[in-house]
């Protein structure tokens, strides 16, 4: 006797799975997409977790410090650890501010030599970049001449040329080779125009003496390490030239008074007011000589033939 043949399924329905095979697929496409999240982390995690030590030292330390070279803004980090005791640079290294502000000596002095410039919290810094950094500081001590031991900068003498093209690059007429944006929109100076400029960031009218002249300030234009102007300047750094010309128009500002804030605020909202005002006529005139309906003209014609 023939065996009975299995009835096929009806059109369009296919028979589901084993129960094992489903839990297989499932696992595979939980694998792809933890994959996906992770690449995705990966890509875009901050990037200071993932320089090596040297490049991180290069672009948050190198716009103050130096190995070697000398004292910028802070000081010339050569046998620094000879100087200092280990654990309390680590302390430092993670909360600058808070070992200053608690009496430390060595804090208070670093501070004075500094003219009262606070040195900022390195961006991403732990307790392991930290110790990296001191390892890096220390051998790069023992070279006879370390790689950070700074910038070389022009001694050549300041011109008129080069305030005035350094002047063009704070308020924006020109145009920055790598793309970056003039210094006015965070900025203000004391020859602002007449709305002044941005508020972000601090007027720059006595930044030449408060960073203590030609070399300490080149160096800080080289790399600057505020949260605020490293995301900006990291892909776009400026020029050798451009640093030039900048230096130059700042050291041609030392004798002149901080522009006044409150100028420049008066100045935007009166301008402001006025612009308004202009406007609201503006539109009313335009208002008085739109299209009016018919209507009523209909019915008032209407009406006066009737009671005529």
Partial sequence: MAAPMRANPPCGL???PP???RIAILRRQVLLVALC???AFVFFAPRSFGQDTPDYFKLNCTNCHTIGGGRLTGPDLK???KRQGREWLLKFLMNPKAVIDSGDSYGKKILEESRGIYMPTPPGITKGRAEKLLDLIEAESLLEKSRFKGMKISTAP???????KGR????GPFRLKAGGTACISCHSMFDSPALGGGRLGPDLTKIFERLQGRKPLSAWLQAPGTETMQPIFKNHPLAEDEIHALVAYFEST???????SSGGRVAFLLSGLIAAVVGIFFLDNIWKRRFHSVRRALVEANTSRGQS
Avoid: G, H, W, Y
């Avoid at 063009?168 to 308020?171: E, V």
């Fill in 168 to 171: 063009d690059i704070f308020l």
């Fill in 158 to 164: 300041f011109t008129d040329v080069d305030r005035a």
């Fill in 37 to 39: 999240f992770s690449a």
């Fill in 254 to 260: 030392t004798a002149e008074r901080p522009a006044d």
């Fill in 19 to 21: 129960c094992n095979a």
């Fill in 14 to 16: 296919t028979q589901k």
């Fill in 79 to 81: 046998d620094v650890t």
